[in-house]
């Protein structure tokens, strides 16, 4: 039997703000346990909860950035549940109506497609404390410096039939939310979260099959091989007779397997209504068309502007949108050296190399986008060649200064001379005379793969300087002639 991955994601995002949600308590991460949680975080008795007007900002540009429905009267609510981190014994959070309504995301995917997915809703709420299990053998300790931390939780429809669309989805809100400057990104703080429904299906049924939801998984890869493993596992249940039960679950990548954690919640079971310490917050239209002019250039309309104005590939023009630091980079690069293409392909292949084996950002890139640039320019006026830029970029990339200075002390300038080239290629040759005449001896097939071997003898006497356009016609004349 054929089977189809139905998949929703739920992200939750910690909001960028300086104080908690309902506290003037700090956001801080990694501060000493509970230094960072007032007498409202901890639920204490006669305390009230004030909302902070930065965090409804915050969730209005991102419903406004994905052309979402905009809930000018939102209420916030009671989510009554039981854990040792929440100190309430209830979580403020937001039900029937949510600050963001209906939405949607447009979606690169790896063939260099686009895909729409909608977005359910985007909702305010509290985030929880945090459990500390390792430090405190048998016991559990309880750190309350998150609780209260601002949370928008964004709920997708069931749009995404495969993982690596449902990481593609997870990627373009991570690089969304960055660009709107209201949350890190920071997966491996938590900042960033997301809760994985999944369910699989007869190919061709139009009802839904029985959905698990994995919880808390706070990377890209980690995604990607949770819900495969839970897609495997319902599959495999199935074919086997049985029967997918609805609850939440982990997923554990040490055994890469996803283990049961309770039966899955209704609404119901939560007992919601409306918080009455928090009136109903209203939004003016006035509100909506200040925090709309305020929007910068979000990732899709720069992806977009790529491919109109740099002539890029859908699959470039996404990867170098992928973050604003990227992006300006990317700009900088090309506003010096004025070839868009060549930029990208420094940008992504040589520079993404670099910035992966040594596990930093762009931002903090050893090569600046003035240096790279610079360097691009070499090429373009043939002051060095491809292959001697990329000993250029590794000394750049090691401090020791820009593209001229480390041609100019090294030596590296490109030869363009034609005579000198010339008697580069008459040295060559003569030393390979056999080779020669079985060059000319071989019919059309056999001589363009021997051609190579005289070219890159070309370029070892010429110790790499030789200009190679130069020395493909020259030589090319030379053994046909």
């Known amino acids: 039997m054929q089977w189809e991955v139905v998949i929703g994601l739920e992200i939750h995002t910690q909001l960028a703000t300086q104080s ?22 901890l639920g204490m008795p006669g305390v009230l909860p004030v909302l902070n007007q930065e965090a409804v900002r915050m969730a209005v540009m991102f419903g406004l950035a994905i052309d979402a429905e905009i809930g000018q009267h939102n209420v916030f609510a009671r989510k009554n549940y039981f854990y040792p981190d929440l100190p309430k014994g209830y979580q403020i959070s937001q039900m029937e109506l949510p600050i963001v309504g209906k939405g949607h995301l447009d979606i690169p995917l790896e063939d260099g497609t686009i895909k729409r997915v909608g977005v359910t809703r985007a909702h305010l709420e509290e985030d929880a404390g945090k459990s500390l ?52 990104g920071n997966m491996a703080e938590g900042s960033l979260r997301c809760d994985c429904n ?29 819900i495969n493993t839970e897609v495997r596992r319902q599959i495999e249940l199935i074919e086997d007779g049985g029967k ?48 709309r002019a305020t929007l910068p250039e979000l990732p899709q309309q720069k992806r977009e502007r790529f491919q109109e104005q740099f002539g ?9 949108a992928s973050s604003r630091e990227q992006a300006n980079y990317f ?43 610079g360097m691009l320019l070499r090429i373009k006026d043939n002051t060095i060649s491809g292959k001697i830029a990329k000993t250029v970029f590794e000394a750049m990339a090691a401090g020791e200064g820009s593209a001229d200075e480390i041609i100019e002390k090294r030596g590296l300038k490109q030869v363009t001379d034609s005579g000198a080239i010339s008697a580069v290629l008459d040295e060559m040759l003569a030393a390979n005379a056999e ?3 079985q060059y000319r001896a071989a019919d ?13 003898q070309a370029m070892k006497a010429s110790k790499g300087k030789a200009n190679p356009q130069q020395v493909n016609e020259l030589l090319k004349s030379k053994l046909e002639g």
């Open 435 to 437: 080779q020669v005449e």
């Open 444 to 456: 059309e097939a056999k001589r363009g793969k021997m051609f190579g071997f005289f070219v890159g």
């Open 312 to 320: 890029l590939s859908v699959y470039d023009a996404s990867v170098l």
């Open 244 to 291: 997918v039960i609805q609850q939440t679950r982990l997923y554990d990548p040490n055994k890469d397997e996803t283990r049961a954690m309770r039966s899955k919640e209704e609404a119901n079971d939560y007992r919601y209504f409306p918080d009455p310490d928090l009136l109903p917050v209203v939004l003016e239209d006035a509100y909506l068309n200040d925090i």
């Open 331 to 373: 700009e900088k690069v090309v506003s010096i050296a004025g070839d868009a293409k060549l930029a990208a392909n420094w940008v992504m292949v040589e520079l993404g190399s670099l910035l992966n084996k040594q596990g930093l950002e762009i931002d903090e890139a050893p090569v600046t986008a003035e240096q790279l640039g």
């Open 133 to 184: 299990h390792e430090e405190f053998p048998g016991a559990t300790g309880i750190d309350l410096n998150r609780a209260g931390t601002p949370l928008l939780e964004i709920v997708s429809e069931p749009d995404m039939r495969s993982a690596k669309e449902a990481v593609a989805y997870v990627k373009t809100i991570h690089a969304l939310v960055r660009y709107l400057g209201i949350c890190d």
């Open 20 to 41: 908690k949600i309902f506290s003037g308590s700090a956001t801080t991460f990694g501060s000493e346990p509970n230094t960072q949680a007032s007498l409202v975080d």
């Open 198 to 226: 999944v369910s699989v299906r007869p190919k061709g049924q139009v009802e839904f099959g029985t959905r698990c939801e994995i919880k808390n998984v706070n990377s890209f890869r980690f995604i990607e091989k949770a």
